[in-house]
């Protein structure tokens, strides 16, 4: 008597064994170095402006997605079309607001400093001093 666990374990079995082993990590031609640069030119900013942690810390969580083995492909795209792809859109969220969406769920990215704070000269994370004591009730300065 064949029962729904030996099939469903078969099925899964077959499924599993149809797909690349590569599939869960960043390809090993693409490197943190190729990463920085394909950010830089995602977020118009030069390469030396990321902050090294952050890079760091972005590529190693973004490298555990499946779809990190479309990297090389959408460093080869002009910025434009590369930002307009989803995995593209994911890369600059995770820049901007240093969280990577991962199958789990969302996760804060440790060192990762969002971009979204210098993004405006006016901008500063919460908890953060913006100034001097009462600088927030003196006009802006130009």
Not at 17 to 26: D, E, I, K, R, S
Not at 77 to 98: I, K
Request: proline share 9%; charged share 10%.
């Amino acid at each position: 008597m064949v029962q729904r666990r030996t099939v469903l374990i078969a099925g899964l079995a077959s499924t599993v064994a149809g797909l690349p082993l590569a599939w869960a990590t960043a390809p090993s031609s693409f490197e943190l170095a190729d990463f920085v640069q394909l950010s830089a030119k995602l977020t118009g900013r030069t390469p030396s402006s990321l902050n090294n942690k952050a890079a760091n810390a972005l590529f190693a969580a973004l490298s555990t997605l499946p779809s990190a083995r479309q990297l090389p492909e959408l460093a080869q795209l002009p910025a434009n079309e590369a930002a307009d792809t989803p995995l593209g859109r994911e890369l600059l969220a995770a820049w901007y607001t240093g969280v990577v969406q991962l199958p789990t769920g969302p996760q804060r990215v440790a060192g990762a400093a969002p971009l979204a704070w210098s993004a405006a000269h006016f901008l500063h994370a919460p908890a953060t001093c913006g100034g001097a004591t009462g600088a927030w009730a003196l006009p802006p300065q130009a």
